[in-house]
């Protein structure tokens, strides 16, 4: 329990919290429950969003010799602008608005180290004294951790998992009040593995812009879509609501160690434009650095010179592991699966525990299976739903296989059935 968290339960607050503890956390906790000694197994982890793990998923050339070309060059050696680079600013202007009515200025973009200094520069430019943030759930932990870190008080609209994981508006609604700075929304879905329909994001920004308050739209899954539904950037919407876009080089060239990403400033009509808010952004920026300035040369040739191939590749073994996810979970009767991932590299499947014995909760689901089967998958409450798991199918096939036939095996050996 945790005050300064407000969730909606049944149309009514409450001050019950999703648990602040950390992924690496968690994960360090459920390595720790390992034994592989005495069963034997190699240990799978299909508990964190990094595919470089698996050989299956590695950046592209062009962006390892666009890196390489400047460190060579010798002319980034000293310290960079704050707010980064202008050749780098350009760069990740003009590749978001290839997908927007509009085109975005260099001024628009701050460059950030990785998503997560994106996510803590907007939490700390939007803090003031009684703020609020309305966050998902569930969501990426690391907002609610920079939400308290800010004293900002977090409060959780749900996400429906039998509708794709659409937002719940009338929590939004009913959870916003004068007090409230932004609205948080992740889109392709992390942890969920869902892509939001056009539709649903025009009635987002419809929402939101009615309360005046911007949204912040994570897309660092951005473009990482492989169903029927098509990936939208929030800012498409810039003109009904402020957009305040977060994303990173990370997921789509598959380089989360190098913590390049960006914070972007989406207004076309400049009727939300807040210059405190920008001025302060430039602060925030003028204390805390960001990318070595190596790397954040290196950015335009990265976009300019990626062959569509590359991305085309990742979406293909992205399809073929989710794909095999839906199919292999399928088999377990004591998990449900509420809707088929179409993007991101996780999805959420909930336990039913009334079928198994000797498992209390998500989390001892999870530490039971890591000791059994040497097997490390995220429990839910980590993310905001107790009783769920979350899986990452950024893993080659093999692997895949394995680990889902593994958790099967766990839950066989868990049943009341078979008890």
């Known amino acids: 329990m945790e005050s300064g968290v407000v969730l909606l339960e049944n149309g009514n607050k409450t001050t019950e919290a999703p648990s602040n503890v950390t992924i690496k956390a968690t994960l360090s906790l459920l390595m720790a429950n390992l034994n592989v000694e005495k069963n034997k197994k190699k240990l799978i982890s299909l508990g964190i969003g990094d595919p470089t793990v698996y050989s299956c998923f590695s950046t592209n050339l062009a962006a390892q010799e666009a890196v390489a070309d400047s460190v ?43 998503c997560t200094q994106a996510i803590d520069m907007v939490i700390s430019v939007l803090a003031r004294p009684g703020a609020n943030v309305l966050l998902p759930r569930p969501g990426f932990p690391s907002y609610g951790i920079c939400s308290s870190f800010r004293n900002i008080e977090a409060r959780y609209y749900d996400l429906l998992p039998d509708k794709g994981w659409e937002v719940n508006l009338e929590s939004v609604e009913t959870l916003a ?71 990173s080089l990370s997921k789509r060239w598959l380089v989360p160690g190098w913590r390049l990403g960006w914070l972007v400033m989406n207004d076309p009509s400049g009727e939300f434009r807040n210059p405190k808010l920008i001025e302060r952004v430039k602060k925030y920026c003028d204390v805390s650095g960001g990318p070595a300035s190596f790397l954040q040369a290196a950015v335009p040739e990265i976009i300019r010179q990626t062959n569509t191939d590359f991305f085309a590749n990742t979406i293909k073994i992205l399809r073929q592991t989710s794909n095999l996810c839906y199919e292999k979970l399928e088999e377990i009767p004591s998990i449900s699966y509420s809707s088929k991932a179409e993007g991101s590299m996780a999805l959420m499947v909930k336990l039913n525990l009334s079928v198994l014995v000797d498992i209390g909760d998500d989390m001892e689901f999870c530490l039971q299976l890591a000791k059994e089967e040497s097997l490390i998958i995220l429990p839910g409450i980590v993310v905001g739903l107790k009783n769920w798991i979350r899986v990452t199918f950024a893993a080659d096939p093999a692997s895949i296989e394995e680990a889902l036939g593994r958790l099967k095996a766990f839950c066989q050996r868990h049943s009341k059935q078979s008890s």
């Open 72 to 114: 060579l060059s010798g002319k980034f050696n000293g310290y960079n602008p704050t707010g980064g680079l202008p050749e780098t600013r350009k760069a990740i202007a003009e590749y978001l608005s290839a997908d927007l009515p509009y085109k975005l200025s260099p001024d628009d973009v701050f460059v950030a180290s990785g």
């Open 177 to 247: 009040d004068q007090n409230t700075v932004a609205v948080v929304v992740i889109n392709p879905g992390n942890p969920c593995g869902n892509v939001y329909r056009r539709r649903h994001l025009e009635e987002i920004a419809e929402t939101v812009g009615r309360l005046r308050i911007p949204v912040i739209a994570d897309e660092v899954y951005g473009h990482l879509a492989f169903g029927d539904t098509p990936f939208v950037p929030m800012g498409v919407f810039g003109s009904k609501v402020q957009v305040l876009t977060l994303g």
